[in-house]
């Protein structure tokens, strides 16, 4: 069967929008097959900086013909409305249509047949479509032809199309097209220095050998390779090791069509900046590996570029010239280096007081001063020295006032450490100019030092409790202030730190801090709990993600109160375990069907079962016995609740269950006698009641 | 145009700044473009001149290229940073409708000053381009010379507020940067300026050192910024005066006598404003406010500009 090969040859593409620009191609072209009837074998795109291309095997060389009956008007109808009927079908005269009867009375039938076309025609509709509705992030306009309306757009200047549709063995047809003056056909072009003669093509396999031979890698992930590839050999080769980096290798392998690592050098005395600020300087400004020695496990003063080209003096000029621009960066990272050790982090405080932070939060210095205040009461908290607390938090974002981390922000926290330890801080502050950031997704570490983790959690409870105030909630997608990160952050702080506090009481403390500067922020009622009830959907969010029991979470939440998320999690996870026995999965059948016949009847009766039972009113062994049980149950479970002994808790409500289960086997609840009835549905609500000591059964799904 | 070899030493691009401007214009010229002299006025890039940023709107053709001195009063740093200047050279190109084969023409201009592709990696890198200011956009590239940026291309697509239609291309070569690569220079004062050697040779610190000096004491520490208020507000005025005063109804169509004088004042506005921000007295609420009252007088020189001969279809 045929293959379909198509390019789209332009000026440098963004290398950040190849992957998905491919990715795109090969999804809309075969989309577009398959709603057209032509069900293709594989497809594979690729892209160069310059071009997007896409093979598309097997695809069958006509369409399938489609057989259609389409019901015209009754027979004897009104004549426009029969002429009508002909001319929409094609018709020469009514007597070619069929004549079919129903409950309705008879109706013509045309028997309409829709040839198949040819592939080729239908790719020769579709194709140009595609192109002119690519989705490129952004897109522009260009040339003489700009000055039209509906002018072509692309992501650059668009200058070739190859499409051609033929098998493999065969000389394959051009589909017939244009775009915007841009006739499709089979000439396209090698690199743009080493090859840039026209090419003609025919099918994939000598489009992509001959795009080989003129110096093109179309494949991405071979470029990709190969850069790697070579940068390891060039490192090895002098017992250094290259710093993998996959987002650099993304980014240099989409701009490249030819790639050529080649390794240069810059002066040892840049070592003495921080490793970081030195990869950071080659990485964002010049795309550039670092290499670093094995027996140190610091930087070397070696790089690794990608070039486009092979050089004809091998590579000499392009290594010298990437040299000079990098010993002018690191001029620059060294001096902006320099230059911040000169001013003590305290000294940077005062600028913070014009900054602003959020309009209506105020400026960064006053954010400073309420984490400061935070973080002093969360310290005894989790064992954190109040004194070194205060001066962590003090210091924390002092470095986003110096050279180094307005030129790299990425950098931020880190230099912060690096200028503390620098002035002489106790270890513990320094840290957490790093660690109070962290932990900043799923996969980040959780700082552990107690200090880092008092400044951590205020940090983020402040910036929570803030954006709750001014009712900047996230909304669906959107969350410009990472308030569901936050979130998380603080819950894996908690978790993993094994930390015991209210989240009511440091909400409502942060919430105090706010209002004595802004009072009238205050605009969300309740707020600690509105902000609770958050913590519990990140809390589920996480533990599905870690395919965890999330609806558990509830369960333990509707019991009220539950701010101690150390204790939920913990409760959450016995309850898990106790759900995965027998003794839990018929205790839970159990407390449901107590519950379903409970809410029956209050339904019927319009009243509630609460209140203790009358044991006088009990008739038979097993009311007498789950009555027993329950009382044991009640108090065995709510002491090991109050010991935090959940597990225990857990074993013991696994002894209600045989009581349970002889109560529904043997006694019949909607007695006759009505205040046997009656006792026995608040017997029922008293098994909701002991469940209740460890969570709300009702909440758990079966 | 002769080649590079039919020059003499002196002149040759790699040897000296004026050889290599001299050489950019030539190429220019003998393309088809009007070769102008810098706009007398400050301006912070080489788009500011009435002949890129005016000239880039309305259906006729226009090829252009110049130096323009460009002032960014910031990045003064006392004549002390090798490569930071608060005053700087730009080569700029316009081309209206941007020609199909513009990427080469552009090579052909390296390889005109002494940057060989067999030899050098050159490189388009994504770089699009904004100025809040000016009402403008456009996608393109920094053009990479072995890892060093030596110019912005940029396919204009809005300007003033105004379409492109057709759309422009835009060259800018940083002079001093492109000369520091061909001469083989770290520090920018090392320049050869007018590739003489010896007691004739004139250098690029000669000629500018004391004037970074001078311009970096005034941008950071003395201009007068009562004085830059003043301005700012008077140009500001003077801009809205001229355009209200230069429409007419013309017989079938509404036509503006002066859009020129009044995109000066708008260009002075943006000038007072990059000194009064150098100085620090522009706080970041505030800069944003004069960014879009600078950006309101350009959009209405635009509109202005595309209803005068130069601007509007024939």
Same mark, same amino acid.
């Given at each position: 069967?045929?293959?379909?090969?198509?390019?789209?040859? *332009?000026?440098?593409?963004?290398?950040?929008?190849?992957?998905?620009?491919?990715?795109?191609?090969?999804?809309?072209?075969?989309?577009?097959?398959?709603?057209?009837?032509?069900?293709?074998?594989?497809?594979?795109?690729?892209?160069?900086?310059?071009?997007?291309?896409?093979?598309?095997?097997?695809?069958?060389?006509?369409?399938?013909?489609? $057989?259609?009956?389409?019901?015209?008007?009754?027979?004897?109808?009104?004549?426009?409305?029969?002429?009508?009927?002909?001319?929409?079908?094609?018709?020469?005269?009514?007597?070619?249509?069929?004549?079919?009867?129903?409950? $309705?009375?008879?109706?013509?039938?045309?028997?309409?047949?829709?040839?198949?076309?040819?592939?080729?025609?239908?790719?020769?509709?579709?194709?140009?479509?595609?192109?002119?509705?690519?989705?490129?992030?952004?897109?522009?306009?260009?040339?003489?032809?700009?000055?039209?309306?509906?002018?072509?757009?692309?992501?650059?200047?668009?200058?070739?199309?190859?499409? +051609?549709?033929?098998?493999?063995?065969?000389?394959?047809?051009?589909?017939?097209?244009? =775009?915007?003056?841009? /006739?499709?056909?089979? +000439?396209?072009?090698?690199?743009?220095?080493?090859?840039?003669?026209?090419?003609?093509?025919?099918?994939?396999?000598?489009?992509?050998?001959?795009?080989?031979?003129?110096?093109?890698?179309?494949?991405?992930?071979?470029?990709?390779?190969?850069?790697?590839?070579?940068?390891?050999? %060039?490192?090895?080769?002098?017992?250094?090791? @290259?710093?993998?980096?996959?987002?650099?290798?993304?980014?240099?392998?989409?701009?490249?069509?030819?790639? =050529?690592?080649?390794?240069? *050098?810059?002066?040892?005395?840049?070592?003495?900046?921080?490793?970081?600020?030195?990869?950071?300087?080659?990485?964002?400004?010049?795309?550039?590996?670092?290499? *670093?020695?094995?027996?140190?496990?610091?930087?070397?003063?070696?790089?690794?570029?990608?070039?486009?080209?092979?050089?004809?003096?091998?590579?000499?000029?392009?290594?010298?010239?990437?040299?000079?621009?990098?010993?002018?960066?690191?001029?620059?990272?060294?001096?902006?280096?320099?230059?911040?050790?000169?001013?003590?982090?305290?000294?940077?405080?005062?600028?913070?007081?014009?900054?602003?932070?959020?309009?209506?939060?105020?400026?960064?210095?006053?954010?400073?001063?309420?984490? /400061?205040?935070?973080?002093?009461?969360?310290?005894?908290?989790?064992?954190?020295?109040?004194?070194?607390?205060?001066?962590?938090?003090?210091?924390?974002?002092?470095? %986003?006032?110096?050279?180094?981390?307005?030129?790299?922000?990425?950098?931020?926290?880190?230099?912060?450490?690096?200028?503390?330890?620098?002035?002489?801080?106790?270890?513990?502050?320094?840290?957490?100019?790093?660690?109070?950031?962290?932990?900043?997704?799923?996969?980040?570490?959780?700082?552990?030092?107690?200090?880092?983790?008092?400044?951590?959690?205020?940090?983020?409870?402040?910036?929570?409790?803030?954006?709750?105030?001014?009712?900047?909630?996230?909304?669906?997608?959107?969350?410009?202030?990472?308030?569901?990160?936050?979130?998380?952050?603080?819950?894996?702080?908690?978790?993993?730190?094994?930390?015991?506090?209210?989240?009511?009481?440091? +909400?409502?403390?942060?919430?105090?801090?706010?209002?004595?500067?802004?009072?009238?922020?205050?605009?969300?009622?309740?707020?600690?709990?509105?902000?609770?009830?958050?913590?519990?959907?990140?809390?589920?969010?996480?533990?599905?993600?870690?395919?965890?029991?999330?609806?558990?979470?509830?369960?333990?939440?509707?019991?009220?109160?539950?701010?101690?998320? %150390?204790?939920?999690?913990?409760?959450?996870?016995?309850?898990?375990?106790?759900?995965?026995?027998?003794?839990?999965?018929?205790?839970?059948?159990?407390?449901?069907?107590?519950?379903?016949? @409970?809410?029956?009847?209050?339904?019927?009766?319009?009243?509630?079962?609460?209140?203790?039972?009358?044991?006088?009113?009990?008739?038979?062994?097993?009311?007498?016995?789950?009555?027993?049980?329950?009382?044991?149950?009640?108090?065995?479970?709510?002491?090991?609740?109050?010991?935090?002994?959940?597990?225990?808790?857990?074993?013991?409500?696994?002894?209600?269950?045989?009581?349970?289960?002889?109560?529904?086997?043997?006694?019949?609840?909607?007695?006759?006698? %009505?205040?046997?009835?009656?006792?026995?549905? $608040?017997?029922?609500?008293?098994?909701?009641?002991?469940?209740?000591?460890?969570?709300?059964?009702?909440?758990?799904?079966? | 145009?002769?080649?590079?070899?039919?020059?003499?030493?002196?002149?040759?691009?790699?040897?000296?700044?004026?050889?290599?401007?001299?050489?950019?214009?030539?190429?220019?010229?003998?393309?088809?473009?009007?070769?102008?002299?810098?706009?007398?006025?400050?301006?912070?890039?080489?788009?500011?001149?009435?002949?890129?940023?005016?000239?880039?709107?309305?259906?006729?053709?226009?090829?252009?290229?110049?130096?323009?001195?460009?002032?960014?009063?910031?990045?003064?740093?006392?004549?002390?940073?090798?490569?930071?200047? &608060?005053?700087?050279? &730009?080569?700029?190109?316009?081309?209206?409708?941007?020609?199909?084969?513009?990427?080469?023409?552009?090579?052909?201009?390296?390889?005109?000053?002494?940057?060989?592709?067999?030899?050098?990696?050159?490189?388009?890198? #994504?770089?699009?381009?904004?100025?809040?200011?000016?009402?403008?956009?456009?996608?393109?590239?920094?053009?990479?010379?072995?890892?060093? #940026?030596?110019? &912005?291309?940029?396919?204009?697509?809005?300007?003033?507020?105004?379409?492109?239609?057709?759309?422009?291309?835009?060259?800018?070569?940083?002079? #001093?940067?492109?000369?520091?690569?061909? &001469?083989?220079?770290?520090?920018?004062?090392?320049?050869?300026?007018?590739?003489?050697?010896?007691?004739?040779?004139?250098?690029?610190?000669?000629?500018?050192?004391?004037?970074?000096?001078?311009?970096?004491?005034?941008?950071?520490?003395?201009?007068?910024?009562?004085?830059?208020?003043?301005?700012?507000?008077?140009?500001?005025?003077?801009?809205?005066?001229?355009?209200?005063?230069?429409?007419?109804?013309?017989?079938?169509?509404?036509?503006?006598?002066?859009?020129?004088?009044?995109?000066?004042?708008?260009?002075?506005?943006?000038?007072?404003?990059?000194?009064?921000?150098?100085?620090?007295?522009?706080?970041?609420?505030?800069?944003?406010?004069?960014?879009?009252?600078?950006?309101?007088?350009?959009?209405?020189?635009?509109?202005?500009?595309?209803?005068?001969?130069?601007?509007?279809?024939?």
């Amino acid at each position: 069967m045929p293959d379909l090969l198509l390019e789209l040859f *332009s000026e440098e593409i963004p290398a950040r929008m190849q992957a998905k620009a491919a990715d795109d191609l090969r999804r809309m072209v075969t989309d577009k097959l398959v709603a057209e009837g032509l069900v293709y074998e594989g497809a594979r795109a690729f892209a160069t900086p310059r071009r997007l291309a896409l093979i598309v095997h097997g695809i069958p060389a006509r369409q399938p013909d489609l $057989k259609e009956e389409r019901r015209g008007p009754r027979v004897g109808g009104a004549e426009p409305a029969i002429q009508g009927f002909l001319k929409a079908t094609g018709l020469s005269s009514i007597s070619e249509a069929k004549i079919q009867s129903d409950k $309705k009375g008879d109706f013509y039938i045309a028997l309409l047949e829709k040839p198949g076309r040819p592939a080729l025609d239908v790719l020769a509709e579709i194709l140009p479509v595609i192109v002119r509705t690519f989705p490129w992030p952004k897109s522009m306009r260009w040339g003489a032809r700009s000055a039209r309306p509906g002018a072509l757009t692309w992501v650059r200047p668009l200058h070739a199309i190859t499409a +051609t549709f033929g098998p493999e063995t065969e000389e394959p047809d051009v589909v017939q097209f244009s =775009v915007d003056g841009i /006739e499709a056909g089979q +000439t396209t072009f090698g690199h743009r220095f080493m090859a840039p003669n026209a090419i003609s093509v025919r099918h994939f396999h000598d489009y992509e050998a001959k795009l080989q031979a003129a110096k093109v890698v179309l494949d991405p992930r071979a470029r990709k390779d190969m850069i790697l590839a070579d940068a390891k050999t %060039l490192a090895q080769a002098q017992n250094f090791e @290259l710093i993998e980096d996959q987002g650099l290798l993304d980014e240099v392998a989409g701009l490249v069509e030819w790639p =050529v690592p080649l390794m240069g *050098s810059f002066d040892e005395e840049f070592l003495s900046i921080p490793d970081e600020v030195i990869r950071a300087t080659i990485r964002n400004n010049q795309k550039c590996f670092v290499v *670093s020695d094995p027996n140190t496990d610091k930087l070397t003063n070696k790089f690794i570029l990608t070039a486009n080209i092979e050089a004809t003096d091998g590579g000499k000029a392009i290594v010298a010239g990437n040299e000079r621009v990098i010993r002018a960066r690191l001029s620059d990272a060294k001096f902006f280096y320099e230059t911040d050790l000169k001013t003590r982090l305290e000294d940077r405080l005062p600028k913070f007081d014009h900054i602003v932070f959020h309009e209506k939060l105020g400026t960064q210095g006053e954010r400073i001063k309420r984490i /400061e205040r935070l973080a002093a009461e969360i310290a005894p908290l989790v064992g954190a020295d109040i004194e070194k607390t205060k001066r962590a938090a003090r210091l924390a974002k002092a470095d %986003l006032l110096t050279e180094v981390v307005g030129e790299f922000p990425e950098l931020q926290g880190l230099m912060g450490k690096y200028y503390a330890l620098a002035q002489g801080e106790d270890a513990s502050v320094a840290a957490a100019s790093e660690d109070h950031y962290k932990p900043q997704g799923p996969a980040d570490r959780v700082p552990t030092d107690p200090v880092s983790v008092a400044v951590a959690l205020a940090d983020k409870i402040d910036t929570l409790v803030g954006f709750w105030a001014i009712d900047e909630k996230p909304t669906g997608s959107k969350d410009p202030y990472a308030l569901r990160r936050a979130a998380l952050g603080a819950i894996r702080l908690i978790a993993e730190n094994e930390l015991r506090l209210s989240v009511l009481e440091v +909400t409502n403390s942060a919430l105090g801090s706010l209002l004595e500067k802004r009072p009238k922020e205050a605009i969300i009622d309740d707020l600690p709990s509105d902000l609770l009830a958050f913590f519990a959907d990140r809390l589920k969010v996480q533990l599905r993600d870690q395919g965890a029991r999330h609806d558990l979470v509830d369960a333990v939440f509707s019991l009220g109160g539950q701010d101690d998320l %150390l204790l939920v999690v913990r409760r959450v996870e016995a309850l898990g375990k106790f759900l995965d026995t027998d003794d839990g999965k018929n205790l839970l059948a159990g407390t449901k069907r107590a519950g379903n016949i @409970l809410a029956i009847e209050e339904k019927r009766d319009k009243r509630t079962f609460d209140g203790a039972p009358d044991p006088s009113l009990y008739r038979r062994d097993e009311e007498k016995a789950l009555a027993k049980a329950i009382d044991q149950v009640k108090r065995e479970a709510s002491n090991a609740v109050a010991r935090e002994d959940f597990a225990g808790a857990m074993s013991a409500l696994a002894k209600l269950r045989p009581a349970v289960d002889a109560f529904f086997d043997k006694v019949k609840v909607n007695d006759d006698d %009505l205040k046997v009835r009656e006792n026995r549905l $608040k017997v029922l609500n008293e098994i909701r009641a002991a469940t209740r000591a460890v969570a709300d059964f009702s909440k758990i799904q079966d | 145009m002769p080649t590079m070899d039919s020059l003499p030493a002196h002149m040759r691009p790699e040897r000296s700044f004026q050889g290599l401007i001299l050489t950019l214009q030539r190429y220019w010229a003998d393309y088809g473009c009007v070769i102008l002299q810098p706009y007398d006025m400050e301006v912070g890039a080489g788009t500011f001149h009435p002949a890129t940023t005016l000239r880039a709107l309305g259906p006729k053709r226009w090829n252009a290229a110049y130096v323009q001195p460009s002032r960014r009063p910031k990045d003064g740093r006392y004549g002390e940073n090798p490569n930071r200047l &608060q005053h700087y050279y &730009q080569f700029q190109v316009i081309l209206k409708p941007s020609p199909p084969d513009i990427q080469e023409l552009y090579l052909k201009s390296l390889a005109a000053i002494g940057v060989d592709s067999a030899l050098h990696d050159i490189r388009f890198v #994504e770089d699009d381009w904004e100025s809040p200011t000016l009402g403008a956009w456009g996608l393109g590239w920094e053009c990479w010379c072995d890892g060093m #940026e030596v110019s &912005q291309f940029t396919y204009f697509q809005q300007v003033a507020g105004v379409e492109c239609a057709p759309v422009a291309g835009e060259l800018t070569y940083g002079l #001093e940067r492109l000369a520091m690569y061909v &001469q083989g220079v770290d520090r920018v004062y090392d320049l050869n300026f007018n590739g003489r050697e010896g007691a004739e040779k004139v250098g690029y610190g000669d000629v500018f050192l004391q004037a970074e000096q001078e311009y970096s004491r005034h941008n950071f520490e003395i201009a007068d910024t009562a004085m830059l208020f003043e301005q700012f507000r008077m140009a500001e005025e003077a801009c809205k005066k001229y355009l209200a005063a230069g429409w007419r109804e013309g017989s079938n169509q509404r036509e503006h006598l002066m859009a020129l004088p009044a995109y000066d004042q708008c260009i002075k506005a943006s000038h007072v404003f990059n000194l009064l921000d150098a100085r620090g007295v522009i706080s970041v609420t505030e800069r944003q406010s004069y960014i879009l009252r600078v950006r309101d007088l350009a959009k209405a020189c635009g509109e202005a500009w595309v209803h005068t001969e130069a601007g509007r279809a024939a």
